[in-house]
């Protein structure tokens, strides 16, 4: 099973939060980013962090400044995470703390592009560092994971300070803005230095009082996309974050006393995603096809693709499940080159990696053979352990442990070094009477299409309880499954 999607996904998240765009023509010159410097926004901004039960379970804090030629954004945020695992009758917790501190330079005068980037993550006794170094769009990224270092190029890569403070640019700038008015914007994966374009809408308009002065704030939404998840943003009328809200809990603007005061373990947990199905789905292999209706608040997040498909009908939601719904995804020209691409997660020139695909591979060249030996090789190197939380494939490497999330992690890793372009997935799985819980799988670009594949339980096709998201790592809402109909194969 998979462990708390924060756990991965928070330091990408505060980044996100920060990334804005272009609106309805309005443009941001020099002179408006010089006297942004004069008066920033994220200067020393304290934050709680909360989970869906208004837990507070960390906090983030946020400057930025001139140093010599750069002007600087700076964040720090910790968070003490608590994951539960329920397994038949017995539960597993897994208390993880999470540090990061990281700094973007933007060099004054040059475009004001950015130029390097710093970043610190602790994972409870790991940490990685990593150095990102960008000349004529060439990042150069060296890093450090716990004394073990190594380095990759990324090509092509160009980011502005107007195209990552947009917003805050434009509500000093503009005062004219109307509900429905769209925002694009960049934004950047700190592991692959990818720049995706993404979009926000001002949802809403409004005037509140804070302190007992009138204050102006807008109500933004960022759109769901294959780079991200959606969430809600309110904006004071200078652009200053008040609060961000996710399905996963919220981030509130406070005193630094505040921020850091009644913080304990909790987050968004394995326990708090589980769907449950009202009657028991019959072995697999006797099932030709499923059909379920989405009980509840469904808010979609489940991709309709291979095996899989979601319709609306009547006002009701339903999820069809059968090896001939659907068609496989095709790879894309570009596919094969960025899922064979090395990354901070994915280690593949690593002395280490190499030679343990070497191993296991040997003279192998077929490229559904080279799959069946590493997935039983993943298979075999890492016992199960519902509390092993890694962060990296070096980490697996010597402890051995782990659920889900370090079979797939190893695998991804092992196969690019092989020469398999592969990718995760997150979605459900049914582990359990009458239990969907979160899972982790690959997916391997095999002869033109995408093929999903399972480390963790060795499968070299996957069962259509395999229930996919889209690429963004959604978590389920407040849903059930009620199965309507099942369809069995034809006895012969």
């Excluded at 590493?374 to 298979?379: E, F, I, T, Y």
Aim: net charge negative; glycine share 8%.
């Amino acid at each position: 099973m998979m462990k708390n999607l924060l756990t991965s996904c928070v330091g990408l998240f505060l980044i996100s939060l920060l990334l804005t765009g272009v609106a309805n023509g309005r443009d941001i010159v020099e002179k408006d980013i010089l006297e942004y410097f004069e008066d920033p926004i994220f200067n020393d901004l304290w934050f709680g962090i909360y989970d869906q039960n208004d837990q507070k379970y960390g906090w983030w804090h946020t400057e930025e400044y001139r140093e010599g030629d750069y002007w600087v954004f700076e964040d720090k945020s910790e968070i003490k995470l608590l994951d539960r695992v329920q397994v038949d009758r017995r539960f597993y917790d897994d208390q993880t703390v999470i540090r990061n501190h990281s700094k973007e330079y933007y060099r004054i005068g040059d475009g004001f592009l950015l130029s390097r980037v710093e970043d610190r993550y602790e994972h409870n006794d790991e940490i990685r560092i990593t150095t990102a170094t960008i000349t004529d769009g060439n990042v150069r990224v060296d890093v450090n994971n716990d004394g073990i270092n190594f380095s990759y190029n990324v090509q092509g890569f160009s980011l502005r300070f107007d195209e990552v403070y947009r917003v805050e640019l434009l509500l000093r700038k503009y005062k004219n803005w109307s509900v429905g008015d769209t925002i694009e914007y960049k934004y950047y994966d700190l592991e692959t230095f990818e720049i995706s374009s993404e979009t926000d809408i001002l949802r809403g308009i409004d005037e509140t009082f804070r302190d007992g002065v009138p204050l102006k704030y807008y109500q933004v939404d960022t759109v769901q996309s294959d780079a991200r998840h959606s969430f809600k943003t309110v904006l004071s009328g200078d652009g200053t974050p008040l609060k961000y809200s996710e399905i996963g809990g919220h981030t509130d603007l406070e005193s630094e006393e505040q921020a850091k005061s009644d913080i304990g373990f909790g987050g968004f947990t394995f326990e708090d995603a589980i769907v449950s199905v009202d009657r028991t789905i019959p072995p697999l292999a006797r099932v030709s096809k499923i059909t379920l209706e989405i009980v509840g608040t469904y808010d979609g997040g489940i991709r309709s693709g291979h095996q899989q498909k979601v319709y609306s009908e009547d006002g009701k939601n339903f999820l069809v499940l059968g090896k001939k719904i659907g068609s496989r995804e095709l790879g894309l020209p570009e596919d094969r080159k960025e899922n064979l691409q090395e990354s901070s997660l994915y280690p593949i020139e690593d002395a280490a990696i190499r030679e343990m695909v070497q191993r296991v591979v040997g003279p192998v060249t077929d490229e559904w053979q080279k799959v069946k030996v590493l997935l039983d090789h993943v298979g075999r190197y890492i016992v199960d352990d519902y509390t092993s939380n890694s962060m990296s494939t070096f980490e697996i490497l010597k402890k051995r442990k782990g659920d889900c999330s370090e079979h797939t992690l190893l695998f991804n890793t092992l196969a690019r070094a092989a020469g398999i372009p592969t990718r995760e997935v997150r979605g459900l799985l049914n582990y359990e009477e009458r239990k969907f819980g979160l899972h982790a799988w690959n997916e391997v670009l095999i002869d033109g299409k995408w093929h999903g594949v399972d480390a963790t339980w060795g499968h070299m096709a996957t069962p259509i309880t395999h229930i996919q998201f889209q690429r963004n790592n959604y978590i389920p809402s407040s849903y059930d499954f009620h199965v309507i109909d099942v369809e069995y194969v034809d006895p012969e």
